[in-house]
């Protein structure tokens, strides 16, 4: 503190005042004119700073601040010239205006140095037609502003109010950079969570996958833009299908700066377009349907679930003559015969109420013949997936010509039947009643031969002979005959039986004459067929009888067989004799047809008649083939059974 | 064989069959009568008769199935009610070979059913078999 005052009062030294001899008007000059200079110097900084302050345009602005400094240390200068007069503090003084000193050569330096500068300064004219220039411009400026920010406003407006496409921007990298409501609307994600994040996320995995997003990207920076349709994905998974516009950006610089793009959600435009392409396929289908049932020689209709009907094709309203809307429900019973309707009603009901397929035989009205004709009706029920009946689908085929035929045939094959019986019954009457008198002309002339033979002379004898060998050849006859007609008459129902036994038996039967022509007979095993055994057994023996019999010269050699052909075994009983012209082939198979003298081959033409009878009985087909001196194949089929032998 | 001819009743409507049947016996060295009816009516009366002659019967009736009017099942029928002829065997003699004549003949208690044979040696065979076997 003493310090501090003895810096102010100084100490040792004399005042100021001495060097003007404390000469008043000196003293008080120097004093008024100090403290007013100072008073101004001060008040000068103050103007400065308002000066400052209030031009915020102000250029130079630290020279401003220097020059302030500069002016209150010289203040403070002369506040202490004043101050010396009477108190001799030279130290402070001196460290006033060595301050002092520092700020005006910084103050002189910064203003030479700004100098150029300075002198570049507009001169007020200047600066007032700079001024009214820049007024110009800046009012061209705003209203350009004003523009800008109106079409900013729009486009802000634009681009925020669309809620159907989604605008936003990506980074030449892939990210997102901008998001529209109408992306955040359409794919879900808000602004905060998609910006910075790649685009590629909106895409599904799989495509991505495949380098679509990558191709796509490539594509819109090769061209500039580029449409595409896809599958997108939004943030809950779920997809839509997208119609994308991606414009490529560019600087002023030609650099690539990003891609703006749009994006529609399309799907259910989509769906539409589909449902409309599905409707017109179904159309069309329908048409053709229409068509294809037009084009039927057969009446169709349909009827709903409860059997009423509600379409038929042109055919119905040919036949009948009826008109659309009288047809229609149940009315297309008017066309039906009434002796058949009732029937006709009852199964309809009934294939409703079972939902089963109708079949039904019914007379419809034909205007054309002015007559009822026969058509088989058929009705089939249309279900739905889960099962439920929706609609019936029928159709009505005349089948007048082929009823009438087949009633025809009916009755021609019942005509067939009982004339055939009939010729059987007479064969057998016949040969029955035949025999009577045969006997008792052989039994006669046996007694004749037994008791007068020696009373005849050799004339006698051989007429006798002959009478004799005509009896038995009749009796031959019929006998063959009642055999035959016996093969119709004394039938057993088919049961199944060893083909091979029944070939032993006949073998067995025909051992005599075997062993007589030392005949070979070669046998594959046979199957079990479907047959009346007795008869087979005749039928292989009349064939190997018939094979020994036409040998010729050769010794006999039998080969049989059976392979399968479907339900039938075809059986094959083959010779080395001498075989029978394909003239022949026929007419070896009627009845009493010889083609040899009986001094030649006795017999009576009867054997392969029988087997034919026999074949036939069970189904089945007998043929030969043959070569005259080439043996004969004849071959025969029996229906095929399973063996029971092998069934345990 | 007995010491006298045997009586042969034969029912048969063929004059040509009784004479076979006669000499078939007489080539089989039978020693038979063949009394001859050739009807029902015939053979009903002959029956009788023998009935009402101190109950005589024949020793052998041979039937023929096939007779006019009424037929040889008939006949069978009425002979076997007539309770005199119980033990006279009665051999259905026939030309038929139908397995219902068979059955239906020895369903009415015919003794034996015979078809006539074809030949002359068969027919006496068979007459002789016949014979030996029912006329004891």
Redesign the interface.
């Known amino acids: 503190m003493e310090h501090l005052l003895a810096l102010i009062d100084g100490d040792g030294f004399m005042p100021h005042g001495h060097c003007y001899l404390w000469t008043p008007a000196l003293l008080w000059g120097q004093a008024l004119s100090n403290l007013a200079i100072a008073g101004a110097y001060f008040s000068i900084p103050f103007a400065l700073t308002y000066f400052v302050r209030k031009r915020e345009d102000i250029v130079f602005r630290p020279m401003f601040l220097m020059f302030g400094l500069f002016i209150m240390s010289c203040g403070f200068t002369h506040l202490m010239d004043l101050w010396t007069i009477w108190r001799p503090a030279y130290w402070l003084d001196v460290a006033v205006r060595m301050f002092t000193a520092g700020a005006s050569v910084s103050t002189a330096w910064m203003l030479w140095v700004a100098m150029p500068k300075a002198l570049a300064l507009p001169s007020p004219v200047a600066l007032e037609q700079a001024n009214r220039s820049l007024r110009e411009e800046i009012s061209a400026r705003k209203l350009s502003e004003e523009r800008l920010r109106a079409s900013e406003e729009r486009f802000r407006l634009l681009v925020e109010g669309l809620q159907d496409h989604a605008m936003w921007m990506m980074a030449p990298d892939g990210t997102v950079e901008s998001w529209n409501p109408g992306a955040a609307r359409i794919y879900g994600y808000s602004e905060e969570e998609v910006i910075g994040q790649p685009a590629a996320r909106l895409y599904r995995p799989e495509d991505v996958a495949a380098g679509e997003f990558d191709a796509l990207l490539a594509r819109a920076r090769r061209d500039g833009s580029c449409e595409e349709e896809g599958w997108r994905v939004r943030r809950d998974g779920s997809r839509f299908y997208a119609n994308v516009v991606t414009t490529a950006l560019h600087g002023p610089d030609g650099a690539l700066r990003g891609f703006a793009r749009i994006t529609r959600d399309i799907t259910q435009r989509r769906e539409a377009e589909a449902a409309l392409r599905a409707a017109e396929a179904a159309r069309e289908s329908q048409a053709r349907l229409q068509e294809m049932a037009d084009a039927m020689p057969q009446i169709v209709w349909t009827s709903n679930a409860e059997g009423l009907a509600e379409y038929f094709n042109r055919r119905w309203y040919e036949v009948t003559g009826a008109n659309h809307e009288v047809s229609l429900g149940q009315g297309w019973s008017k066309w039906v015969h009434p002796d058949d309707r009732e029937a006709v009603f009852e199964s309809w009901r009934a294939a409703l109420a079972a939902g089963e397929v109708l079949q039904i035989e019914e007379r419809i009205y034909d205007r054309r013949s002015g007559s009822f004709r026969w058509h088989l009706a058929r009705a089939v029920p249309v279900r739905a997936p889960g099962g439920n009946v929706v609609r019936w689908f029928g159709t009505a085929t005349d089948v007048h010509e082929l009823r009438e035929a087949q009633r025809e045939l009916q009755e021609q094959a019942q005509d067939l039947a009982r004339s055939n019986e009939e010729l059987e019954q007479f064969a057998y009457v016949a040969s029955?009643d035949l025999?009577?008198p045969l006997?008792?002309v052989?039994?006669?002339t046996?007694?004749l031969e037994?008791r007068y033979a020696e009373r005849f002379d050799g004339e006698g004898r051989e007429f006798m002979h002959y009478v004799i060998d005509g009896a038995r050849g009749m009796?031959r006859l019929i006998d063959d005959l009642l055999a035959y007609s016996r093969i119709g008459r004394r039938g057993q129902p088919p049961r199944p039986v060893a083909a091979d036994e029944a070939l032993g038996q006949a073998r067995a039967n025909l051992k005599l004459a075997i062993d007589e022509t030392a005949a070979r007979i070669d046998c594959d095993p046979l199957p079990c067929v479907s047959g009346d055994e007795p008869q087979l057994v005749q039928l292989f023996q009349n064939l190997i009888a018939n094979a020994i019999k036409f040998r010729g010269s050769n010794r006999p050699h039998i080969r049989i067989a059976a392979v399968r052909h479907g339900v039938h075994w075809r059986f094959s009983v083959a010779d080395n004799g001498i075989g029978i012209a394909p003239a022949h082939f026929e007419r070896i198979f009627v009845i009493f047809q010889r083609l040899h003298s009986k001094s030649e081959y006795p017999g009576t033409g009867i054997g392969l008649a029988a087997c034919k009878k026999i074949v036939e009985r069970h189904g089945g087909r007998i043929w030969v083939e043959s070569q005259p001196g080439g043996g004969a194949t004849f071959f025969f089929t029996l229906p095929a059974v399973d063996d029971p032998r092998e069934q345990g | 064989m007995r010491g006298r001819a045997a009586d042969i009743l034969l029912v048969e409507d063929?004059p040509?069959?009784v004479r076979?049947v006669r000499?078939a016996l007489r080539?089989g060295a039978v020693e038979a009568a063949v009394r001859w009816a050739r009807d029902a009516e015939e053979a009903l009366a002959c029956v009788q008769s023998d009935a009402d002659q101190a109950g005589g019967a024949p020793d052998l009736i041979l039937l023929d199935l096939n007779l006019p009017r009424t037929s040889g099942r008939q006949v069978l029928a009425a002979l076997r009610s007539l309770k005199h002829l119980d033990v006279v065997p009665i051999v259905v003699w026939t030309?038929?070979q139908a397995e219902s004549d068979v059955f239906e003949s020895y369903a009415l208690r015919a003794d034996a059913y015979v078809s006539?044979p074809?030949?002359?040696?068969e027919?006496v065979r068979t007459l002789r078999g016949v014979c030996r076997f029912w006329l004891r």
Do not use: I, V
């Not at chain 2, 074809?118 to 040696?121: A, D, H, I, V, W």
């Open positions: 029955h025999q009577e006997r008792m052989s039994a006669f046996q007694l037994r009796q | 063929n040509g069959d076979l000499e080539e030309s038929s006539k074809l030949t002359l040696e027919l």
